[in-house]
T-cell receptor, first 118, second 113 residues
Framework: DTEVTQTPKHLVMGMTNKKSLKCEQHMGHRAMYWYKQKAKKPPELMFVYSYEKLSINESVPSRFSPECPNSSLLNLHLHALQPEDSALYLC?????????????????FGPGTRLTVT | GNSVTQMEGPVTLSEEAFLTINCTYTATGYPSLFWYVQYPGEGLQLLLKATKADDKGSNKGFEATYRKETTSFHLEKGSVQVSDSAVYFCALSEGFGNEKLTFGTGTRLTIIP
């Protein structure tokens, strides 16, 4: 099973709402990632979790709050978002965040959650 | 910092045509290079990779060679199919670890029958 699942597929929320995005993988991966992808743009890294600990925060505004409750699950809590936060949010996972020198562990991406902030 | 420059799209080709999508990079050290593909409504899939100079990555008829002297990693396919229609992203990662991928802007490819 090489699948990363994300729920919901689509989400519409107002600027005062609180919502959460969920990501799940059962590949035994120990690194999980959140990316943001605006229309016709490449994905931009937001957060990285390594062994369930936050290892990278790419200066993301605090209205985005990640959580990794266990090694299979990754959440992104959303609060007081702005319309410019509307985007496709992609989750990914990889076997290990720091492979042996010269190695690379493929990042497996989920289909994403398309978020619209009104 | 690192950056990836990709051929502007969109690119439209007829079925069985030859495909080249150009990609050049700027990086310190010795990055690993990748091509990812994104089909409509889906996440990204790793298409191929190369981790050192002169390596050739290949998959599903696509090829790319890591050229350190020209800092390039151009994607090629000899005969494209309608099912190859997608957005293609060139990307690099630092030499140590693979946590951070730097992507190019993406090239939308449409193959017409």
């Amino acid at each position: 099973d090489t699948e990363v699942t994300q729920t919901p597929k689509h989400l519409v929320m107002g600027m005062t709402n609180k919502k959460s995005l969920k990501c799940e993988q059962h590949m035994g991966h120990r690194a999980m990632y959140w990316y943001k992808q605006k229309a016709k743009k490449p994905p931009e890294l937001m957060f990285v979790y390594s062994y369930e600990k936050l290892s990278i925060n790419e200066s993301v505004p605090s209205r985005f709050s990640p959580e990794c409750p266990n090694s299979s699950l990754l959440n992104l809590h959303l609060h007081a978002l702005q319309p410019e936060d509307s985007a496709l949010y992609l989750c990914a996972s990889s076997q290990d965040p720091l492979p042996l020198a010269g190695g690379f562990y493929e990042q497996y991406f989920g289909p994403g959650t398309r978020l619209t902030v009104t | 910092g690192n950056s990836v420059t990709q051929m502007e799209g969109p690119v439209t080709l007829s079925e069985e045509a030859f495909l080249t999508i150009n990609c050049t990079y700027t990086a310190t050290g010795y990055p690993s290079l990748f091509w990812y593909v994104q089909y409509p409504g889906e996440g990204l899939q790793l298409l191929l990779k190369a981790t050192k100079a002169d390596d050739k990555g290949s998959n599903k008829g696509f090829e790319a060679t890591y050229r350190k002297e020209t800092t390039s990693f151009h994607l090629e396919k000899g005969s494209v199919q309608v099912s190859d229609s997608a957005v293609y992203f060139c990307a690099l990662s630092e030499g140590f670890g693979n946590e951070k991928l730097t992507f190019g802007t993406g090239t939308r490819l449409t193959i017409i029958p």
